[in-house]
C-alpha cells in the first residue's frame, strides 16, 4: 500500500502559520485581556458626577427616531446637569415642530439648532456638528445618532466618569464607548452583529492598549478644549465620512488621552441594517475614512486584517494536496479553538449574544465581504450624507 508523507512541504503552509501566529498575537495582547479585564464601577458607586454635560445629536429627516431618542435623553439620570442640543440639518419633515414642542416642555434641558444650507464643499454633517458644538453650553460633549437609543439612563452618568482620572491615567480628553446592533432574526442581521463585534473589539482594546484610532459617532464623548485643539473638522470638513474617527486621529496626534468605556449600561444601540444594500453603503461610508489614518494604525489595522484574510486563501490553496491535510487541519483546530474562546469572552464582556456555532462561518463570509468592500471603494469613491 503507498504511503503518504504528512509533512507540509509546501512554503505556502509557512505563509499559513504566520498568519495563525499574527491571529494569536492580536488574540493574546489586544483583544483577550480587555474582554478580561476588571469590570466597571456600576452607576450607582459614588463617582464624580457633577460636571455638566451637553449631549448632541445631529438629524435630517429622522422624525420617528428623534419621538424615540430625545425622551430617553431627557431621562437620564444624572446629578451634574445637562442639556440635550438638536441640530436639525436641513430638515423637511416635522422635525422642528416636534423640537419646538420639546423646547416649551424642557426650556432648561433642550435647544434646538437649524441648518438652512450647508457651505458648498463642506461635509453637511460635520459643517452642522460644528454649529451644535459652538452653541453647547458645557465643556463636556457627548455624541449620538437620531437612530440610536441609550441602553439605560445611566448612560449618560458612565459615559461622563469616563474622563475622569485613575491610578494609572491621567484625566481623559475624549470617552470611547460602544454601540451595538440589537438582534433580529436572519443570518444578515448576525453577520452585522459579528462585524461590529470584531470592529469594537479592535478600536476598543487598542484604546485600553494606548494606541487609540478611532470611535463611533453613537457613543463618543470629548471636550470642548479638545475639538478646539483640532481645530474642529478643518482638516477633513470637505470629506464626507470621518466626524468621529478622523476627530479622534486629529486628537492624538496633539497628544490628547482617550478613556474606554465599555459597561453594558453605557451602550447605546440602534436597529441594524435590514437589507444588505443598506449595509453595503454604510460600511463604504464608514471604510472610506480609513485612508486618512496614521501610518502606524493602517498598519496595525491592515495586517490583522490581512492575516486573517490570507488564512483563507492560503487554506484553499494547500486543499489542493493530500500530503497538506494533517498539518493543515492540525493547525485550523487550534486557530479555530482559540479565536472561537476569544470572540466569545469579547461577546460576553459586551453583552452581544453570538452563538458559537456560528463565528466560523460569520468569520469567513466577513472576510471576504471586508475584501470586496476594498476593492469597492477602490474604483468608486462616490459617497453621500442622508
Request: aromatic fraction near 14%; charge should be positive; charged fraction near 20%.
Amino acid at each position: 500500500m503507498p504511503t503518504f508523507d504528512y509533512h507540509p512541504h509546501s512554503p505556502i503552509f509557512w505563509l499559513l502559520l504566520a498568519t495563525v501566529l499574527l491571529q494569536l498575537y492580536y488574540a493574546v495582547y489586544y483583544f483577550w485581556p480587555f474582554a478580561t479585564r476588571p469590570a466597571e464601577a456600576p452607576a450607582d458607586t459614588p463617582g464624580p458626577d457633577d460636571e455638566p454635560v451637553s449631549i448632541v445629536v445631529c438629524a435630517r429627516n429622522e422624525l420617528d427616531n428623534l419621538c424615540r431618542l430625545l425622551p430617553l435623553l431627557l431621562q437620564q439620570d444624572y446629578p451634574g446637569g445637562f442639556e440635550v442640543v438638536l441640530i436639525d440639518d436641513r430638515s423637511y419633515d416635522e422635525t422642528q415642530l416636534y423640537a419646538q414642542q420639546l423646547a416649551q416642555y424642557y426650556p432648561e434641558k433642550f435647544r434646538l439648532v437649524t441648518v438652512d444650507r450647508t457651505p458648498d464643499g463642506f461635509a453637511p454633517k460635520k459643517y452642522a456638528l460644528t454649529l451644535g458644538i459652538k452653541a453647547a453650553k458645557h465643556p463636556r460633549l457627548l455624541f449620538t445618532d437620531a437612530d440610536c437609543i441609550p441602553a439605560t439612563n445611566q448612560w449618560l452618568r458612565l459615559m461622563q466618569r469616563g474622563f475622569a482620572p485613575t491610578a494609572k491615567n491621567p484625566a481623559a480628553d475624549l470617552v470611547i464607548g460602544f454601540s451595538a446592533y440589537g438582534e433580529q432574526p436572519g443570518f444578515l442581521n448576525r453577520l452585522i452583529r459579528f462585524e461590529t463585534l470584531l470592529t469594537a473589539a479592535q478600536y476598543l482594546s487598542f484604546a485600553w492598549r494606548g494606541k487609540p484610532y478611532m470611535g463611533v459617532g453613537r457613543n463618543l464623548a470629548y471636550s470642548r478644549a479638545t475639538f478646539n485643539a483640532t481645530k474642529g473638522f478643518a482638516s477633513h470638513i470637505r470629506q464626507l465620512s470621518g466626524d468621529d474617527d478622523l476627530l479622534v486621529q486629529d486628537a492624538v496626534v496633539l497628544g490628547r488621552h482617550a478613556a474606554v468605556v465599555a459597561d453594558a449600561s453605557a451602550h447605546t444601540l440602534s436597529e441594524a441594517p435590514a437589507t444588505w444594500t443598506h449595509w453595503w453603503r454604510q460600511k463604504r461610508r464608514h471604510l472610506s475614512a480609513g485612508r486618512r489614518y496614521r501610518l502606524p494604525d493602517r498598519l496595525r489595522i491592515g495586517t490583522f486584517m490581512a492575516a486573517n484574510g490570507l488564512f483563507y486563501l492560503t487554506t484553499i490553496c494547500l486543499l489542493i494536496f493530500r500530503e497538506n491535510w494533517v498539518p493543515l487541519i492540525t493547525l485550523w483546530a487550534v486557530r479555530t479553538l482559540f479565536v472561537a474562546a476569544v470572540y466569545a469572552r469579547l461577546s460576553r464582556r459586551l453583552q452581544q449574544s453570538l452563538p458559537i456555532g456560528w463565528l466560523l462561518l460569520l468569520d469567513i463570509v466577513y472576510f471576504f465581504y471586508y475584501f470586496a468592500l476594498g476593492v469597492s471603494l477602490s474604483f468608486n469613491r462616490a459617497l453621500r450624507w442622508k
